[in-house]
């Protein structure tokens, strides 16, 4: 079993910055793309970056140049910083991990980011 914990939401006005953090725990080793997913009522839960064991990052075009994804493998964890935010931002935030070998997706709990304009 792996279990993903997010933690790093909140509110910050437009323009400010938070740092999402994503701790991973227990079978790891089969863990290949992590990432970060996000989903505002209404919607459905859209890609926002994703990064590879190796560190090859990927980015939904209106993050691009604001938000930074990262992994510490040794840690098993994931961050995302996000910067110049907006307040179309706005949305709980799910981490995401991958085991491609088997097949297996797991998430983590959600953490709300709220930007106020």
């Known amino acids: 079993q792996v279990q993903l914990v997010e933690s790093g939401g909140g509110l910050v006005q437009a323009g400010g910055s938070l740092r999402l953090s994503c701790v991973v725990s227990?079978?790891?080793?089969?863990?290949?793309?992590m990432g970060w997913y996000r989903q505002d009522p209404g919607n459905q839960r859209e890609l926002v970056a994703s990064?590879?064991?190796?560190?090859?990052?990927n980015y939904r075009d209106s993050v691009k140049g604001r938000f930074t994804i990262s992994r510490d493998n040794a840690k098993n964890t994931m961050y995302l910083q996000m910067n110049s935010l907006k307040p179309e931002d706005t949305a709980v935030y799910y981490c995401?991990?991958?085991?491609?070998?088997?097949?297996?997706?797991?998430w983590g709990q959600g953490t709300q980011v709220t930007v106020s304009s």
């Open positions: 227990g079978i790891t080793s089969g863990i290949n793309v």
């Open positions: 995401n991990a991958k085991d491609l070998l088997r097949g297996y997706d797991y």
């Open positions: 990064i590879t064991k190796g560190g090859i990052a």
